[in-house]
């Protein structure tokens, strides 16, 4: 599926998860579509423990994986699992953003990075199923607190339209 869980075989990890990552001292973060595990690999360098998801199979030491696949209505993977961050780059399924807050533990962070509309412009994706509408994320995961968002055309990795969110769980436990 064109873009829908493609992460361009990048190794780096993304500015934008590089930013947010020391917010969170310390639990366990959810790495949703996690690829090859590029933000897998930064967050257990900083000491976190990390359940890296991905339809497939991948070997990423220190991580607890679980291969699913996200989309083909399977129940989700990590019932009643709660976690201090959950990472999602260069992915997106829209049906699975009640899941995402649902498993933010109280004071959790979503960081979320993926393609946006105009993208086709620059490549894969092209699909609008798997481009966001300006402002999507902000409305989408409007019950949480936004700590940061930005949407509009980046050059790193490569050039792309791009929207950032990272909001916080403010539920109490």
Not at 10 to 17: G, N, R
Not at 122 to 137: I, V, W
Request: aromatic fraction near 6%.
């Amino acid at each position: 599926m064109e873009g829908s869980q493609g992460h361009g075989g990048a190794l780096t990890p993304s500015d934008w998860v590089r930013r947010w990552a020391p917010r969170v001292a310390a639990g366990t973060v959810l790495d949703l579509a996690c690829g090859t595990g590029r933000h897998s690999r930064l967050l257990l360098a900083r000491g976190l423990q990390v359940v890296a998801v991905d339809r497939d199979a991948h070997v990423i030491p220190g991580a607890r994986f679980i291969q699913a696949d996200l989309e083909d209505g399977s129940p989700w993977p990590l019932p009643g699992e709660r976690f201090q961050a959950v990472v999602v780059t260069n992915y997106l399924h829209r049906p699975l953003f009640p899941q995402l807050v649902e498993a933010l533990a109280p004071g959790g962070l979503l960081i979320y990075e993926t393609f946006l509309l105009g993208n086709e412009r620059h490549g894969k994706p092209s699909n609008p199923e798997f481009l966001l509408r300006p402002g999507e994320l902000l409305e989408a995961f409007r019950g949480l607190a936004i700590l940061g968002f930005e949407e509009g055309v980046t050059a790193v990795p490569k050039p792309s339209m791009i929207q950032r969110l990272c909001a916080a769980n403010a539920a109490r436990g």
